[in-house]
């Protein structure tokens, strides 16, 4: 089992950047996979972007170009670097991560470990 924490949630306007960091205890392992989903109101949680066998990375298309996902195995943190945000981006972002193998496509229900979610509002 694995503890995530995640910050750097906000209010931004239309076309700003911001970073959510994502920081996991006791340790993540390389071949963890690590998604961030997105869930705003009234809506089903979705999945945003995924790294898994190491440094793979999967986009969904609503996000692909403008968000990157990294991760900082020192620091024990997974970040989501987002730019050029729109309002459609405003939700609550969540960060997971599934251990022990299997598939690590962005979908809810295989991953195992969330942490609480950071908010993100994107104004007109």
């Known amino acids: 089992q694995v503890q995530l924490v995640e910050s750097g949630g906000g209010s931004v306007q239309a076309g700003g950047s911001l970073r959510l960091d994502c920081t996991a205890s006791?340790?993540?392992?390389?071949?963890?996979?690590i998604s961030w989903f997105r869930q705003a109101p009234g809506k089903e949680r979705e999945g945003v972007a995924t790294l898994y066998a190491g440094e793979q990375r999967l986009y969904s298309d609503s996000v692909k170009g403008r968000f990157t996902i990294s991760r900082d195995n020192v620091k024990k943190s997974v970040y989501l670097q987002m730019d050029n945000l729109k309002p459609e981006d405003t939700a609550m972002y969540y960060c997971a991560v599934r251990q022990g193998g299997g598939s690590c496509y962005f979908l809810p229900r295989n991953y195992n470990n969330w942490g609480q979610g950071t908010q993100v509002t994107v104004s007109a």
């Open positions: 006791p340790q993540l392992s390389r071949l963890d996979c």
